[in-house]
């Protein structure tokens, strides 16, 4: 069975500043990477499983289409976007690693990066933290979400990120 995402690309440039003439697949694996790390973390693995799965089926319904809209897109299109910022000015190709530039505007350093990488996380943390407090109340109604066993990641709830450790 094919990955579902649980965002479109066309959500990133709707709800960040990626520039709608961006090629897609430039950040799509941003999609993919935030989501089996930070949501998997967040939903656990039978829960994120059973969304996938109904939206493979185009059978996605509440409380769960409710769960995606109003508390795990926004998560992960800020973890995403956040994730993608160190790297969109870079292309790997045949001839090398390449930086790109142009004529009319000027790169940003390091730390305007780091500060924008910064303001996406703790947009992405505040998300979070709104899921955990409703699934504090409302876990009952997502079975997946206690039913993980031995391998299967399980949920977390903690919201007190301070930042990548390398």
């Not at 703790?122 to 899921?131: D, I, N, P, S, V």
């Not at 109604?141 to 039913?147: A, L």
């Amino acid at each position: 069975m094919a990955t579902a995402l649980l965002i479109t690309t066309q959500d990133m440039v709707q709800f960040t500043q990626i520039n709608g003439n961006l090629d897609t697949a430039k950040f799509q694996n941003c999609i993919k990477i935030s989501q089996d790390i930070e949501i998997q973390e967040m939903l656990g693995t039978d829960l994120l499983k059973k969304i996938q799965a109904d939206i493979v089926a185009q059978n996605l319904v509440d409380p769960y289409l409710s769960l995606l809209n109003d508390y795990i897109k926004d998560c992960l299109i800020h973890f995403a976007y956040a994730r993608y910022l160190p790297n969109g000015a870079y292309t790997i190709s045949n001839k090398g690693i390449f930086k790109h530039n142009s004529e009319n505007s000027d790169t940003v350093d390091k730390n305007e990066i780091d500060y924008l990488e910064g303001k996406a996380l703790q947009t992405a943390m505040h998300y979070k933290e709104r899921f955990v407090q409703y699934m504090n109340f409302h876990q009952s109604d997502f079975p997946e979400f206690t039913s993980n066993k031995d391998g299967d990641v399980f949920p977390s709830d903690d919201v007190n990120f301070t930042g990548w450790v390398m």
